[in-house]
């Protein structure tokens, strides 16, 4: 169901049903946890080169589209934008790490 109260179907059902055990997982885990997770991936992908770097900071981008994805429907116009805007940023920099040119 989504955040206006409608069932969801196609894609996003399966994708929201297949997202549900670990969701449960992430929220039982200490808050630190994730945060911890998040630094040591940036710490990666900042301070690697090449493509373990590039790897890291595409680990993120991908937790970060998953959850913009399960969030779509509650989101407003900005808050779209600013997932978009910061998937792209992500993904550019991991390329660029990748390849060598950041």
């Not at 549900?20 to 994730?34: G, Q, Y």
């Not at 407003?76 to 660029?96: E, I, P």
């Amino acid at each position: 169901m989504d955040a206006r109260g409608e069932q969801a179907t196609g894609l996003r059902a399966a994708v929201e049903r297949w997202s549900a055990a670990p969701v449960v997982f992430l929220h039982r885990l200490p808050r630190w946890v994730l945060l911890v997770a998040v630094f040591v991936l940036l710490v990666i992908g900042m301070a690697g080169t090449g493509w373990v770097a590039a790897a890291a900071v595409l680990v993120l981008a991908v937790a970060l589209a998953w959850f913009a994805f399960l969030n779509w429907p509650a989101l407003d116009g900005s808050g779209r934008a600013l997932r978009v805007v910061a998937l792209a940023v992500l993904v550019a920099f991991a390329l660029g790490r990748g390849i060598g040119q950041f």
